[in-house]
């Protein structure tokens, strides 16, 4: 009998107890109540080969004798198994609460899992509008949430306009919809802002959430550890400039059809009340006067004792930019003091917020002063109280009108007052002797406005 070469027979004996070491097993996946868990993944450590469970939790698989398999699903923990000579497997899986999926809140305070929400839904949090913020909160959405359109205003205290997937949308203020203009909330008071979107929204709101919904979720109170929380928050933030300033030309002063004389501003002149900048070209030079330019009574022209008329002024160009003299840059600083605590039967928060913003406009600032208490009482394990209150003071001497007339200082600066006026001699209220009772730069900027309220 021949015999078999020693490598051969070597490599033979070693498929064979690579055979004898190979088995499948089955198994069953369950929860710690029993429930089968489909979607979990078994593998081989050694051989890196895996299988799913299906509906009913169960699993076949090739494994290794002596070896160790690795169980694992999303929102429980993993475990390991080593396989000895069993040929079928029962495992348990404990949930993880750590690993717990995200929760939105939806209508009246309830909440669910994100990913069973049967509508989009995405989540902003608070402390995204408190970095750079402004004066009103859903300005601070803009660029945040897909589909949600943010028109902001550059007008002081001018409400921007929302929309979301193209239509107008419902806000809810903790579970209760509202008319606010939110400038009455605090970014430091605010916990959330979902944005709940589609059509799906409805069944929460009715025909109000047609187009989704913006829920806002204020703070209650304390989280962690059972205790007292005092907390201060301070920003300031200053405009750098602007984006654009409208350009104008600067040849042709005020007037028309080339002629302009100021007497009074009523129509005492030439064209004085007439309010176009048709007038005279500006800079010509005229060799018979003592600045050298073509002299025309002004506005701003002295009174000559002698006679009682205006002294002809050099005709010039003397602000090329009167709109950019006249704005300022912006302002907002805000501060906010809170205190809150919890307990293991409830939860507290009072929050005491101030906000300045200082307008483009001369003279325009806005202030709002926000006080705002919550908090919760859990009398039992099924009932639990939770109550809001929030009270708010908007207070401003003065800010900038707003649309096509008189009223509106860009109309008038930009269409209506002419580049042979430096907007800065406005500023000199009164006439000298007549403090208080007669405005000196009233005569230029009253026929700038009567005939832009024709024209409206």
Not at 50 to 74: D, R, Y
Not at 151 to 179: A, C
Not at 383 to 412: C, E, I, W
Request: net charge neutral; proline share 5%; glycine share 10%.
């Amino acid at each position: 009998m021949r015999k078999m070469p020693p490598l051969l027979a070597a490599l033979l004996l070693c498929s064979a107890l690579t055979l004898a070491q190979s088995k499948t097993i089955n198994g069953k996946v369950t929860d710690e109540n029993g429930k089968p868990l489909e979607g979990v993944s078994v593998v081989d450590k050694k051989t890196q080969k895996g299988a799913i469970t299906n509906t009913s939790g169960e699993f076949s698989l090739a494994v290794t004798t002596g070896e160790k398999i690795m169980i694992s699903a999303i929102g429980f923990g993993t475990q390991e198994l080593t396989i000895g000579t069993e040929s079928q497997v029962n495992i348990s899986l404990t949930p993880v609460s750590a690993q717990l999926n995200e929760v939105v809140v939806t209508a009246l305070g309830i909440k669910k899992e994100k990913r069973k929400v049967a509508y989009a839904a995405q989540e902003v949090k608070g402390t995204e509008l408190e970095k750079a913020r402004e004066a009103n909160v859903l300005t601070n959405l803009t660029g945040k949430v897909a589909g949600l359109s943010i028109q902001t205003k550059s007008t002081l205290f001018e409400n921007p306009e929302v929309s979301l997937r193209g239509g107008n949308t419902i806000v809810v203020i903790d579970g209760v919809p509202t008319t606010s203009d939110f400038w009455n909330v605090s970014a430091d008071d605010i916990e959330t802002i979902t944005v709940l979107k589609g059509t799906s929204a409805t069944a929460l709101y009715g025909s109000l959430g047609i187009n989704g919904a913006i829920m806002i979720t204020t703070k209650k109170g304390k989280s962690g550890a059972n205790g007292v929380e005092v907390s201060f928050n301070s920003s300031t933030q200053f405009q750098a400039g602007y984006l654009k300033i409208p350009e104008t030309q600067t040849e042709y002063g005020m007037g028309w059809a080339g002629q302009y004389a100021f007497v009074d501003g009523r129509g005492g002149g030439l064209y004085d009340d007439y309010g176009y900048v048709y007038g005279p070209k500006l800079n010509q030079k005229d060799p018979s006067t003592a600045s050298g330019y073509v002299e025309i009574p002004q506005f701003n022209s002295p009174i000559d004792p002698a006679t009682g008329q205006r002294v002809p002024l050099p005709w010039i160009t003397r602000s090329e930019s009167n709109l950019k003299k006249f704005l300022r840059n912006e302002m907002i600083t805000s501060n906010n003091v809170s205190i809150a605590g919890k307990s293991d039967q409830g939860e507290y928060r009072v929050s005491l917020s101030h906000l300045y913003q200082m307008g483009q406009v001369p003279n325009t600032h806005l202030n709002s002063t926000t006080l705002s208490l919550s908090g919760g009482l859990k009398f039992s394990p099924k009932f639990r109280m939770d109550a809001t209150l929030s009270y708010n003071k908007q207070y401003t001497p003065n800010y900038p009108v707003t649309g096509y007339g008189p009223d509106n200082f860009f109309y008038n600066v930009v269409l209506w007052l002419g580049p042979e006026a430096d907007i800065n001699d406005l500023r000199k209220y009164w006439v000298p002797g007549k403090e208080g009772t007669e405005k000196a730069s009233h005569q230029v900027l009253s026929a700038v406005s009567r005939n832009g309220a024709a024209r409206g």
